[in-house]
């Protein structure tokens, strides 16, 4: 792919994208960064509501272009600026101890939440005060993966495009609408105009899952609240839903952490909300 074009860690270029591991210039140029030849080939093929490319520019080590040249050729069709630039200057922007030798720049992709509401979400994932950006990113990644239709990120929580939360979504960032900044009491009561049934999950809930299951309550429209990793939902949250949900546990273990247990809940509501095959003649 030819010399390295950007040598020095000092470039404007490199600068521009080595501040945007800070949330105040994020928000200021509205752009974040997405390492590693997953998230960048996803970003090459996301297009925001606007219809405009989503990457913005890509930085290669030399060796990483070839290996990646279909990723590099996906950057170059959505249009975005590709830099060759050697390992240190790479390391000098990314956020990882082992740089892919990938890192993209990216504009801002949240949606409304007026658009999410007004698409007629089936299943939606709420992280009220989640303040870990890895667990925020694999929530998210567990909702694109359960088929969920949107995820939403209250004002308390974490910032979307931290660059932890972004790596731990794998790229599903890309797949599906999230929404930030969404007081929980204005989430919760848009979704329920909305016909969408609200369930906190909370370890010391007075439902079992198991329970709602049997029941058969879990096929409707359904958005799961998930709390605080240390402290889980205030009574004040809990209060705002229609069932406050515990994950049964069968074993020894003390609890579930956060990713896992809303792993569980989401994957519940995806199978009840699945229509029934009927059986082999």
């Known amino acids: 792919m030819g010399t390295p074009e950007l040598i020095s860690p000092r470039s404007p270029r490199v600068a521009a994208a080595r501040r945007l591991a800070r949330r105040n210039f994020r928000g200021k140029e509205r752009r974040f960064i997405a390492e590693g030849p997953q998230a960048v080939r996803e970003a090459a093929a996301h297009r925001g509501g606007d219809g405009e490319p989503t990457l913005i520019e890509l930085f290669a080590t030399p060796e990483a272009a070839d290996r990646y040249a279909d990723i590099v050729e996906a950057a170059h069709t959505a249009g975005a600026r590709v830099h060759l630039a050697d390992a240190d200057v790479l390391a000098d922007v990314s956020q990882t101890v082992t740089p892919q030798g990938l890192i993209g720049v990216c504009r801002f992709l949240d949606s409304p939440f007026q658009e999410i509401l007004d698409a007629g979400p089936a299943l939606v994932a709420v992280l009220a005060n989640v303040r870990d950006p890895g667990n925020a990113g694999t929530v998210l990644r567990c909702a694109d993966a359960a088929g969920a239709d949107a995820v939403i990120l ?22 599906l609408p999230v929404a930030v900044g969404v007081p929980v009491e204005q989430a919760v009561q848009g979704l329920r105009d909305a016909g969408v049934r609200i369930l906190a999950a909370d370890g010391a809930g007075a439902d079992d899952l198991d329970d ?25 949250t809990r209060a705002l839903a229609d069932a406050v949900v515990r994950v049964p546990i069968h074993g020894k273990a003390e609890s579930l952490n956060l990713a896992t247990a809303a792993a569980v809940c989401l994957y519940a509501s995806a199978r009840a909300q699945r229509p029934r095959r009927a059986p082999d003649a």
């Open 154 to 175: 209250t004002d308390a929580s974490v910032d979307l495009y931290n660059p932890k939360s972004v790596r731990a979504s794998v790229g599903s960032l890309f797949h």
């Open 212 to 236: 709602e299951l049997d029941a058969g309550t879990m096929g409707t429209p359904t958005a799961w609240i998930f709390g605080n990793e240390a402290w889980g939902l205030p009574e004040e």
